[in-house]
């Protein structure tokens, strides 16, 4: 489970961590990561599928990222993105001096709230990635 946890932070949903956090960040997205797994039902293997860069169009994983990203503040339950929260959570876990620059390529509202979340998530999973 402290595998997918790691996954999950932030934007989770879908990063591999390229800085380690702190006991105190592990302990948050772990807690939100178990109250957004109840909330979203989600399957660990879903969240696993993200290790092979597979992000399964799947209304569960969309909940997910929802709930975990407005439970971080990065967005509202309507869908507006708070760019100055995304880029101190981009903080946690993008390379140095990348996060506006992540931020600024993710942060786009659709007319869906959880669409939007997922897609968050996937981007700055692949921005992550490719940095």
Do not use: Y
Not at 3 to 11: A, Q, Y
Not at 22 to 47: F, H, P, T, V, Y
């Amino acid at each position: 489970m402290e595998k997918v946890v790691f996954l999950l932070v932030l934007v989770l949903v879908a990063v591999v961590i390229s800085k380690p956090l702190s006991e105190e960040g592990r302990e948050k997205a772990q807690k939100i990561n178990e109250e957004c797994a109840k909330e979203s039902g989600i399957e660990e293997d879903n969240l696993e599928k993200i290790l092979a860069d597979e992000f399964p169009e799947d209304d569960k994983m969309k909940e997910h990222s929802f709930c975990f990203l407005t439970t971080l503040g990065v967005m509202d339950k309507d869908g507006k993105i708070d760019k100055d929260v995304m880029t101190d959570t981009l903080k946690l876990f993008a390379p140095e001096g990348k996060e506006v620059e992540i931020m600024e390529k993710c942060a786009v509202e659709t007319d869906d709230a959880k669409e939007t979340a997922f897609a968050i998530g996937k981007c700055v999973h692949e921005q992550v990635k490719s940095v």
